[in-house]
Nanobody, 123 residues
Framework: QVQLVESGGGSVQPGDSLTLSCVAS????????LAWYRQPPGKQREVVAT??????????NYADSAKGRFSISMDNAKATLFLRMESLKSEDMAVYYC??????????????WGQGTQVTVSS
């Protein structure tokens, strides 16, 4: 069983920056995909950024709304996923969730979600 713990959310002003973290605990043999999603108030959850692993290659992708402002990264040694967000806008306000698609013991592939962290952008 893998547990994900998010941190880093908060209240900021437009134009500010935040870095979200998502720490994984548990036994992970391989990671297939990592991602950040967000759910704005009254809207459905949407993907923000992804890291897809194919062998030794990592491919990152961003939603159009995040391109040029957000950066997803991974610290393998610390089993931590990050989302660096810059030039935040009011429309970025949402609950942000991390997502891990992993290979665990006994060849089991499972997906996990973080608990969510609130990002509020307001002047």
């Amino acid at each position: 069983q893998v547990q994900l713990v998010e941190s880093g959310g908060g209240s900021v002003q437009p134009g500010d920056s935040l870095t979200l973290s998502c720490v994984a605990s548990g036994v992970i043999f391989n990671v297939y995909e990592l991602a950040w999603y967000r759910q704005p108030p009254g809207k459905q959850r949407e993907v923000v950024a992804t890291i897809t692993r194919d062998g030794n290659t990592n491919e990152t992708n961003y939603a159009d709304s995040a391109k040029g402002r957000f950066s997803i990264s991974m610290d393998n040694a610390k089993a931590t996923l990050f989302l660096r967000m810059e030039s935040l806008k009011s429309e970025d306000m949402a609950v942000y969730y991390c997502y891990w698609d992993v290979l665990e013991r006994w060849g089991q592939r499972n997906t996990y979600w973080g608990q969510g962290t609130q990002v509020t952008v307001s002047s």
